[in-house]
C-alpha cells in the first residue's frame, strides 16, 4: 500500500504486504531528514535518518528514499507486521538545531 | 538510562486556569525543545532551549505561554491563562550538542495531554 503525504492520511495494509508512506518537505535547504513512529499514549520514536549527500538507506525491515528533486521522502516498511500500526512523521532540519515536522500519516495493518 | 520525563502526563483546567508542565530531558543532553500536536495535527514547534538560553522561541504562539529552563537542566512550559484552542499534546524533546555540526536524533517524551475546558 502507498500513501501521498497529506492527501491520504490513513493508509490501510495487509499483515505481510510492504507499506510505503510518502513525505513532502518544504524547504530545499533541509539537510537533514528523520522518521519517526508515534504509537498511541507514546511520544515520537526515531525510526530512520538520512542526510540530503545521500538518496536511499535502509535499516532493519525499514528503507528511506530521498528525493530532493521534488522534495519528497518516502519511508518503505517491509513486511509490515501489526506492531507498525502507528502514526507515521517526517521530520526535516533546516535550521541548526530545529525541526519541523509533518501532520503524519496513520499506518493500520489490518492481521 | 532515562529517557525524556514529562509531568503530568494529562491535565484537565478550565478556561482561564494556569497549567504548568514540566520536562527532564536525558541528562547531559544541552538542547531542549517544546513541540505541540493539536487535534491530530502537525507536530508544531514551540521553542528551543539550549543549556538555559533560549535559542528560538518563534513558535511560541502567544505570550500566553513562558518557558524556562532553570539551570540548564529541567524545563517548564506554563500556559497563563488557559484557553480552549490551547488543548493538545506537548511534547517535549532533547538533543545532544553538536561540535559546529547539526545535531541527530530528537528523543521525544511520551507528552502531556493537555484539555481546557
Known amino acids: 500500500g502507498e500513501s501521498v503525504g497529506l492527501h491520504l492520511p490513513t493508509l490501510s495494509v495487509q499483515e505481510g504486504d510492504n507499506s510505503i508512506i510518502n513525505c513532502a518537505y518544504s524547504?530545499?535547504?533541509?539537510?537533514?531528514f528523520i522518521w519517526y513512529k508515534q504509537e498511541s499514549g507514546k511520544g515520537p520514536q526515531f525510526i530512520i535518518d538520512?542526510?540530503?549527500?545521500?538518496d536511499k538507506r535502509q535499516g532493519q525491515r525499514v528503507t528511506v528514499l530521498l528525493n530532493k528533486t521534488v522534495k519528497h521522502l518516502s519511508l518503505q516498511i517491509a513486511a509490515t507486521q501489526p506492531g507498525d500500526s502507528a502514526v507515521y512523521f517526517c521530520?526535516?532540519?533546516?535550521?541548526?538545531?530545529?525541526?519541523?515536522f509533518g501532520s503524519g500519516t496513520k499506518l493500520n495493518v489490518k492481521p | 538510562e532515562a529517557g525524556v520525563t514529562q509531568f503530568p502526563s494529562h491535565s484537565v483546567i478550565e478556561k482561564g486556569q494556569t497549567v504548568t508542565l514540566r520536562c527532564d530531558p536525558i541528562?547531559?543532553?544541552?538542547?531542549l525543545y517544546w513541540y505541540r500536536r493539536v487535534m491530530g495535527k502537525e507536530i508544531k514547534f514551540l521553542l528551543h532551549?539550549?543549556?538555559?538560553?533560549?535559542?528560538?522561541e518563534s513558535g511560541m504562539p502567544n505570550n500566553r505561554f513562558l518557558a524556562e529552563r532553570t539551570g540548564g537542566t529541567y524545563s517548564t512550559l506554563k500556559v497563563q491563562p488557559a484557553e480552549l484552542e490551547d488543548s493538545g499534546v506537548y511534547f517535549c524533546?532533547?538533543?545532544?550538542?553538536?561540535?559546529?555540526?547539526?545535531?541527530?536524533?530528537?528523543?521525544f517524551g511520551e507528552g502531556s495531554r493537555l484539555t481546557v475546558l
Open positions: 524533546a532533547s538533543s545532544l550538542s553538536g561540535q559546529g555540526f547539526r545535531t541527530g536524533e530528537l528523543f
Open positions: 524547504n530545499s535547504a533541509s539537510d537533514y
Open positions: 538520512i542526510r540530503s549527500n545521500m
Open positions: 521530520a526535516e532540519n533546516t535550521d541548526f538545531n530545529k525541526f519541523y
Open positions: 541528562s547531559g543532553h544541552d538542547n
Open positions: 532551549f539550549v543549556k538555559e538560553s533560549k535559542q528560538d
